[in-house]
């Protein structure tokens, strides 16, 4: 988006990402071969923390955007006041953020699947409807999904409007450069300015080079996790990498009596609305590969269910977050990160209530057992042991948590006190840095964060534009 929005206007653009490009052909792998290539560490990064939480983030031309499900919110009015009322966040009412995102629905394509929807949605529409919730069918990022089941992987159709096929081939367009495989090891500084970065450009031929690149202006986008872990070790660190929040996830698979075939379709695609934004309900990706992780916390019992995955179908019950979290770069000299998030009593406790709506629900809509991710508890089969679970906490040693939403590592706002960079996401005591990703997000979001990173990063982009002249 910031490459996007500064190519535009005409500034001279360099964006160096630490990833490769990847052709569209190399798209659409299975999950093992697609987290080799696209995710960070194979998409095995562990957050520490009183209850450790698996997490993926993009490492590709493109980040995030290549590899995730597309679904998108604007940023529910409540959460922007909340932001206001504890930042101090300029210009950030639903009204200021209305323009970039219509402009960013148009670009992206964001629309509604548009098709008959698979079964495993139409399972999970039953059941919602059973239960009397409010729901929606999320909209994607996606142009003319053919339910391929490839999204966490690169979607090889294309359909998915991916930054490498949409806003980064118009920031080229427009005179922008790339170097891929480059992956930024620091930031120079000279007094309030940074005058370049030092980073380790890894050549095909397996060869390394540190190469320095001086800079008028620098963008840090790395993600939530490697922004800070980056300023941090370039020696900027005031409210660097001190309130980093995610959406804590517990996933369950769903056991049906007839043929879902997940394993073929496109995720189920709608959300519940009923607990917003504090315990979101909602489908997840499904391949035998996922089914049998989540299998294996009870694997000795579980482990059969395997020749059953046509019958079976997985969903999350996700948590805004309210627990903190901090980033560091590792102390041993090398520029790897540190991550921690430890979850507060609230995130248990919708954990534990969200797991009782889920369950209740799926059994609803026709599912015959609900196995969730958590080690040493029975499955969920009648109403009664679904619902025990409003009322009593999940224990804390057998949940297995994942996440793919971080942010608030940098918070922006013009509350210094608690805040790593201005309003529009100029670090605090430098003159030409800012921040311009999911770091920057203030708190939990409480919905799926791209639409929101996307509208406050061309929001900044054009700000920057506009008191730049
Ligand atoms: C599997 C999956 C599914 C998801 N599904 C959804 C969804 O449906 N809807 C939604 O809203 N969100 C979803 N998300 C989350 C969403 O994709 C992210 O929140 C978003 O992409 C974050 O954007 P970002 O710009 O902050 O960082 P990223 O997209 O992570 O981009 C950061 C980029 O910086 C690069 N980088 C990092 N460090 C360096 C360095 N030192 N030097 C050079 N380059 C560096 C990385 O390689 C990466 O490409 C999903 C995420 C995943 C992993």
Redesign the pocket.
């Known amino acids: 988006m910031t490459a996007h929005v500064l190519a535009e206007a005409g500034y001279s653009v360099l964006i160096?990402?630490?990833?490769r490009r990847w052709a569209l052909s190399d798209y659409g792998n299975n999950c093992p071969e697609g987290m080799k290539k696209m995710?960070?560490r194979r998409g095995m990064t562990p957050i520490m923390g009183s209850v450790p939480i698996g997490y993926?983030?993009?490492?590709?031309?493109?980040?995030?955007?290549e590899?995730?499900?597309?679904?998108?919110?604007r940023t529910p009015p409540e959460i922007l006041l909340r932001w206001k009322a504890q930042y101090d966040l300029a210009d950030s009412y639903p009204k200021d953020l209305e323009p970039h995102f219509i402009w960013l629905e148009k670009n992206l394509h964001v629309s509604l699947h548009g098709r008959e929807w698979p079964a495993s949605t139409r399972m999970f529409a039953r059941g919602i409807e059973a239960m009397d919730w409010s729901y929606q069918e999320v909209p994607?990022v996606v142009e003319g999904c053919e339910s391929l089941n490839f999204?966490?992987n690169g979607c090889p159709s294309g359909a998915k409007r991916s930054m490498s096929l949409s806003l980064l081939p118009q920031a080229e367009k427009n005179g922008a450069r790339v170097l891929t495989n480059?992956?930024?090891?620091m930031l120079i500084k000279r007094n309030k300015r940074i005058t370049g970065v030092l980073?380790n450009l890894l050549r095909e031929d397996g060869t390394q080079e540190l190469i320095r690149i001086d800079a008028e202006h620098v963008f840090v986008?790395?993600?939530?996790t490697?922004?800070p872990?980056?300023l941090r070790r370039s020696g900027i660190r005031f409210h660097i990498g001190d309130s980093f929040r995610v959406h804590p996830m517990l996933k369950v698979a769903a056991q049906y009596n007839e043929d879902i075939n997940a394993h073929k379709s496109v995720m189920p695609l709608l959300q519940v609305k009923e607990f917003w934004p504090e315990i979101s309900l909602g489908g997840a990706?499904f391949a035998n590969g996922h089914l049998a992780m989540l299998l294996s916390e009870n694997w000795p019992d579980n482990n059969l269910l395997m020749h059953q995955y046509t019958k079976m179908a997985l969903f999350y019950v996700a948590v805004r977050g309210t627990g903190k979290g901090t980033i560091r770069s590792s102390l041993t000299g090398e520029?790897t990160t540190s991550i921690r998030y430890d979850l507060s009593a609230e995130d248990l406790r919708h954990l534990s209530k969200g797991l009782a709506r889920l369950s209740a629900l799926l059994l609803a809509g026709g599912a015959k057992t609900v196995y969730p991710a958590v080690y040493a508890i029975e499955p969920i089969a009648d109403e009664i042991s679904a619902i025990r679970w409003l009322d009593q906490l999940l224990p804390k040693a057998g949940i297995s948590l994942t996440t793919?939403?971080?942010?608030s590592s940098c918070p922006i706002g013009e509350r210094i006190d608690r805040c790593a960079a201005d309003s529009f996401g100029k670090v605090y005591h430098f003159d030409n840095v800012y921040i311009n990703?999911?770091?920057m997000i203030p708190d939990s979001p409480g919905?799926?964060?791209?639409?929101t990173?996307m509208a406050f990063?061309r929001r900044n982009a054009l700000n920057f534009v506009e008191t730049n002249k």
């Open positions: 160096l990402e630490e990833g995710y960070r993926a983030e993009g490492c590709c031309y493109g980040g995030g955007t590899i995730n499900s597309g679904f998108w919110h994607r999204c966490p480059c992956r930024v090891k980073a986008c790395c993600g939530a490697e922004t872990s980056l990706f520029d793919i939403h971080a942010f990703d999911g770091s919905v799926n964060p791209q639409g990173i990063a």
